[in-house]
Structures are given as structure tokens and as C-alpha cells.
């Protein structure tokens, strides 16, 4: 097992990664959990708890605590306030109280509403990620971002909430759909563009063994992934700088799922379209090499990942929904723009007419 650290003061926490690390949940919590209720609050959805959730419980319940298990909609629909209120309910009903960790087994989702919860019950109980997807394991489970969806747009209602640790077993990746590992793929390369040139050179040499989902190797890009991410939060937590550049793909992916209602692609496929046309952008701007944009766009075609905007894309629309992304400020069209490999620039008030060139040549 390897440990990583997300420095954050009193707020710091372990990232643990390994094999066979759920069976052992129960006593990471007792080792590494501080001043933890025996009674936890097990979040998760029907796919995963049927697999998962049995093993998850046993090893809780084998070092003394007790488990609620609550079941959301496996869909992004579970990201709602309507589900979080019936998670306060159950919260409630099980009698919870402030030490009680909330523990969230699954994909982003599951790890995005039950970390929403645990910020918000109680004014904030602990939170432990169990992620079991390979984007949850390499982004999302690690950062403290916590969120509901609102109608009007991906991620609105929110907040900065760190777990108390991150407890990655990649022996779930066996059974995750293999449409799912290449989307968490997307997430591995935009590790690589905006960070970590090798790492990018090492994803390219194994990418048939990645998208063969090798244990050992996913354990590696898992590894190098959130030491990366790690490193980015602890430098600033909330964004207020640096850690934009986590967002790099993100601009234009979010633009493709609001416009296609989240449901056509999945996060990772619509990154990997965004950090494509990110990348067709910076070239408009003069910001990087053909060079550097052919092999990122070949990179993603081997890993079976689209690079061309969806045929009903409508670059207008898209644009609009850029200008109004909450990444932006007053209303600035704001982008991470790659320069090289493993360097990326946050660029503020992007001239609107080539973007919008870039969007509808696709
Ligand atoms: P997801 O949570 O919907 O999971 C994808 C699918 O895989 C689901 O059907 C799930 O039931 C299933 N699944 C999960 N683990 C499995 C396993 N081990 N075996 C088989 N099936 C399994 O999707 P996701 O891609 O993990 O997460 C997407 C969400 O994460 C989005 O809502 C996105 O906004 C959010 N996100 C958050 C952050 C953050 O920093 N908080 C970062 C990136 C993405
Ligand atoms: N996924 C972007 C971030 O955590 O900041």
C-alpha cells in the first residue's frame, strides 16, 4: 500500500492506495480515522453496493462500527438537493451524530452528494472517500470539492470539504465497464498536459495495457495522479489560483454536457473533447505547436477517447455557456490553454471570435 498526503494544515489527510484495501476499510478508519462515532453512514448506489457493499460492511462492522447504508439513483440525477435532503432524513432516522463519518463508496457522484451531505449535516460531520471508478480514484475523490447539481447548470450548489482520508482499493477498477476506464483515462491525460511531460510519455507507452485495465499499472497512473492533484490542492485549496489549472478540458467539456443534458457523454468523454478543442484553440492563439496538439489528439484516439465535437454541437450556444461557467469571472471568457507539454496558462478575456472559429470548424 503507498500513502500520500494532501497538506493542508489541520485539514491534511492520507491518500491511501493499493490493493485489496476494502476488505481492511474498517481499520484505516480505526488507524488513521480521528475521533470517529462507531456508527457510520454508508452512501452508495445499487451497481456498487451490490458489489462492493457487503465486503465494505464486514470490515467496518469486524473492527466495531455499526453501518447505515443509504442507496442513491445510480445516475447524475443523484446529485440533487432532492437527494440530499432524503440522505439527511435517513442521517437523521439513524441517529447520527457530529463524529459520525459519512463514508461514500462509489463513483464522482457518490462521492460529490455524500461529500455535500457530510459538509453540510450538522454543520459537518467526518467524510471518508471510497471511490470505485477510475476518474473518482485519479480526481475526484481527492480535493475537498463537494456538490449538487442545479437546473441551471453542473456543480452549482456546493462547497470546499476535505475527507478525512481517501481509502483507493484499484482491485474495484476489475469490475468497472470499460467505456468507464477510458473515461477516467481522459482525467490520466490532462494530468500529463498540464503537469508532468513524462507522465505523458509513460501513459502513451502503455496505453493498450491501460485500456486493458493492468492492475499494476492502473495502481501507477492512480499513484501519480493524485500525488499530482495533491500537490496542485495543497497549494490552493480553493481555487483561488493555481488549482484552476486542474480545469484544463473542463471549459468546453462542461459546455458539451449542459448542452446535451449529461447524458450522451460521460465527464471523462467530454473532457477529453474539451482538452482536444482547448488544445485546437491555443493553436488558433499561437499558443502551442501542431506538433504537440496532433500527438495529445492521437493520444486520446488510442485510448478510444472522442476528439471532435459532438455532430449537434452549436458552437454559439456553447460559447454562451462558457462565458457563463463559474470558473469565469464577470462574465470573462476565461480558458486553461496548454503552452507545452506538462505547462499550461490560465488565459483571461479570450478574444470571442476565435473561439467561437475554433468551435464550429469542430
Ligand atoms: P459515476 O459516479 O456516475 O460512476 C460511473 C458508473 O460506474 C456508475 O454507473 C456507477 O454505478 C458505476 N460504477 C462505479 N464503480 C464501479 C465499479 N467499481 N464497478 C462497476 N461499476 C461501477 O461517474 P464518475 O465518472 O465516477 O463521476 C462523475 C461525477 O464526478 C460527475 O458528477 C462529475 O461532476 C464529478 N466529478 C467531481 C470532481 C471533483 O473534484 N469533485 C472531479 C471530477 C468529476
Ligand atoms: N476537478 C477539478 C478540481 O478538483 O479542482
Known amino acids: 500500500m503507498a500513502t500520500l498526503t494532501v497538506s493542508l494544515g489541520e485539514r491534511s489527510y492520507p491518500i491511501l492506495i493499493g490493493e485489496g484495501l476494502l476488505p481492511r476499510l474498517g481499520e484505516h478508519l480505526r488507524e488513521k480515522g480521528r475521533n470517529l462515532s462507531r456508527g457510520t453512514f454508508l452512501v452508495s448506489n445499487p451497481t456498487v453496493f451490490s ?6 460492511e464486514g470490515a467496518l462492522q469486524a473492527q466495531e462500527f455499526s453501518v447505515t ?16 435532503a432524503r440522505l439527511y432524513d435517513a442521517a437523521i432516522e ?22 455535500f451531505v457530510a459538509a ?5 460531520v467526518p467524510f471518508i472517500q471510497v471511490p470505485t471508478t477510475l476518474l473518482a480514484q485519479v480526481d475526484a475523490s481527492v480535493g475537498g470539492k463537494v456538490a449538487v447539481d442545479h437546473p441551471r447548470g453542473k456543480n452549482l450548489i456546493g462547497a470546499f470539504y476535505q475527507p478525512q482520508m481517501v481509502v483507493i482499493d484499484v482491485n474495484t ?11 477516467g483515462l481522459a482525467e490520466v ?4 498536459v498540464i503537469w508532468d511531460a513524462d507522465f505523458l510519455d509513460f501513459v502513451e507507452t502503455n496505453a493498450a495495457r491501460l485500456l486493458n ?18 500537490q496542485v490542492v495543497s497549494q490552493d485549496e480553493r481555487e483561488s489560483g493555481p488549482r484552476a489549472i486542474l480545469n484544463f478540458g473542463h471549459t468546453v467539456g462542461h459546455a458539451i454536457e449542459t448542452l446535451t443534458g449529461y447524458s450522451s457523454y460521460h465527464h471523462g468523454e467530454a473532457v477529453a ?15 502551442w505547436s501542431g506538433e504537440e496538439q496532433s500527438r495529445l489528439e492521437k493520444l486520446l484516439i488510442a485510448l478510444q477517447l472522442p476528439v471532435s465535437l459532438p455532430p449537434s454541437f452549436a458552437a454559439k450556444e456553447a460559447l454562451a455557456v462558457m462565458v457563463r461557467d463559474k470558473k469565469a469571472t464577470e462574465q470573462r471568457l476565461t480558458l486553461v490553454l496548454p503552452k507545452h507539454f506538462g505547462e499550461v496558462t490560465v488565459y483571461r478575456d479570450l478574444p470571442a471570435e476565435t473561439v467561437l472559429q475554433v468551435l464550429e470548424a469542430r
Open 51 to 56: 458489489l462492493y457493499g457487503p465486503v465494505a
Open 69 to 84: 447504508p443509504c442507496l442513491v439513483e445510480d445516475s447524475e440525477k443523484a446529485k440533487s438537493l432532492d437527494w440530499a
Open 94 to 115: 439513524a441517529g447520527l451524530d457530529r463524529r459520525s463519518p459519512i463514508i461514500a463508496l462509489g463513483g464522482g457522484v457518490v462521492g460529490d452528494l455524500a461529500g
Open 120 to 124: 453540510t449535516y450538522m454543520r459537518g
Open 173 to 183: 477498477l476489475q469490475s468497472l465497464p470499460a467505456r468507464q476506464v477510458r473515461a
Open 189 to 192: 491525460v490532462k494530468y500529463g
Open 213 to 230: 485495465g493492468e492492475l499494476f499499472l492502473m495502481q501507477q497512473v492512480v499513484h501519480r495522479s493524485c500525488a499530482i492533484k495533491a
Open 273 to 287: 473533447m474539451g482538452m482536444a478543442a482547448e488544445g485546437r484553440i491555443a493553436r488558433a492563439l499561437g499558443l
